[in-house]
């Protein structure tokens, strides 16, 4: 294993699954340089922790949808680079983690495949990363239209899209996400004069703004589809708004982002059917309005 | 009074053996050793949880298990909760290097580390039938 990890785990004890973590965090402690922080020691003395979760990519393990080990990560302000969620895996796995606290055979078996699948992970990252420059954003998109009359409406459908009812798309892959307005936003505001990016650095959380745009017809705020650190802009449009009319999606993004809570965030995110139904509907009231 | 529920809370603790230490013998006297009469919560939850969490110390008289002299049950409790009724300080009765030595994974546990699990899960149990006694 090239790359090591501060590992997080949830560490609870109320649910096997909580169990499941602590012995997932040991055992990959015991093969390798990886460090555990202990959840509960973390929120008594930061400092403790603070640097060794800094310097060390992160990998954080949930033990069940409460998420306490993530919730912990993003109240810090860390950067999540690897998660696990030990309940998500045993469904996965067909794995019925049971009711006790103590680890049997098959949670045990649970713990051996999850630790081997992370070893793996993290050699594939490594060889990932070094060859990764842009492979982050696909290099083409498919999309599906919603025409009424002559107005076109297209939208990815693409695996790791999601959308925010603000009609503004987050493409995410990893720890990292792409963001952009949806083609009824830029419909909307017709020919887009200005965009005002938001500050390479903030700290922003679900819902925040990120950025301004304007036409003649109005000024629009982009509001944000998920919580991060703003790492990139896309410098193009502010030279080049009309990027944004041209296709929002490509070389019309807007932002980049390094995620702090996507698990949280996408509970208030749709998929593309999800959203493509509310697109539909934008559509036929806006057009009813006129 | 005999049964008189307990909140019996671990620190359950990554630092070092003692926090191994508590946990398990939390969950001996949760499952064996007086399964009726304990309440016990994650304490990872219990520091990140809600409003029904932190009535735990003032629904239950609350033991704490410290692994260590860093007594993070017992602070977590005070900041959220209320008084700790008392503590069970596994350093103190096992002696610091064995409370401060290194942690130890589910397959790792040793025959003496069972036995330490035994003396601290009996001491708790003591301090409950206490405040059952009471």
């Known amino acids: 294993m090239g790359k090591t990890y501060a590992v997080l785990p949830c560490n609870g004890l109320d649910k096997c699954a909580g169990c499941v973590t602590r012995e997932i965090a040991l055992q990959l402690s015991a093969k390798t340089d990886n460090e555990i922080i202990c959840p509960v020691f973390y929120r008594v003395a930061e400092a403790r922790y603070n640097r060794l979760a800094q310097e060390k990519p992160l990998l954080v393990i949930d033990g069940c949808a409460t998420r306490c080990a993530s919730k912990l990560a993003a109240e810090k302000r860390l950067k999540i680079t690897e998660r696990l969620n030990v309940s998500d895996y045993a469904k996965e796995e067909n794995v019925t983690l ?17 630790v081997t699948k992370l070893l793996n992970d993290s050699e594939k990252d490594n060889a990932r990363q070094m060859s990764e420059v842009d492979d982050f954003f696909p290099s083409s998109l498919d999309y599906e239209i919603y025409k009424k009359d002559k107005f076109i409406f297209r939208l990815p459908t693409n695996e ?3 959308f925010n009812e603000n009609d503004v798309w987050a493409y995410v892959s990893g720890n990292r996400a792409r963001v952009g307005v949806t083609d009824y936003v830029q419909k909307s505001l017709s020919d887009i004069m200005f965009f005002t990016p938001p500050a390479i650095g903030a700290e922003i959380v679900q819902f925040d703004e990120l950025g301004v745009m304007e036409s003649g017809k109005a000024i629009w705020e982009i509001i944000s589809p998920v919580s991060g650190v703003v790492t990139a802009i896309n410098e ?12 929002p999606y490509e070389q019309g993004w807007v932002a980049e982002i390094d995620l702090t809570d996507f698990d949280e965030d996408s509970d208030l995110l749709h998929v593309f059917d999800g959203y493509m139904s509310i697109l539909k509907r934008k559509v036929d009231e806006y057009r009813v309005k006129d | ?10 620190c359950s603790g990554e630092e070092c053996l003692g926090g191994t230490i508590s946990r398990l013998a939390t969950r001996r006297v949760m ?11 994650c304490l990872p939850l219990y520091i990140a949880g809600g409003e029904e969490e932190r009535n735990f110390a003032k629904e239950y008289p609350v033991i704490a298990v410290e692994g260590c002299s860093k007594h993070c049950s017992t ?22 290097d064995v409370a401060l ?17 035994k003396i601290i899960s ?7 039938d206490a405040i059952a006694g009471a």
């Open chain 1, 160 to 162: 790791g899209f999601y």
């Open chain 1, 98 to 114: 049971g009711a006790g606290l103590s680890l049997d055979a098959d949670a045990l078996g649970l713990v051996r495949r999850a």
């Open chain 2, 101 to 117: 030595a290194k942690t130890v994974s589910a397959r790792e546990l040793t025959e003496k580390h069972q036995d330490m699990v």
């Open chain 2, 1 to 10: 009074m005999a049964d008189k529920k307990v909140g019996v809370l671990a």
């Open chain 2, 31 to 41: 499952e064996k050793l007086r399964p009726n009469r304990t309440v016990t919560l």
């Open chain 1, 236 to 247: 193009k449009l502010i030279n080049a708004p009309e990027m944004l009319n041209q296709n």
């Open chain 2, 75 to 96: 602070c977590a409790t005070e900041k959220y909760s209320g008084k700790v009724h008392d503590i069970v300080d596994v350093a103190a009765i096992l002696g610091e």
């Open chain 2, 122 to 128: 009996r001491e708790i149990c003591a301090k409950m």
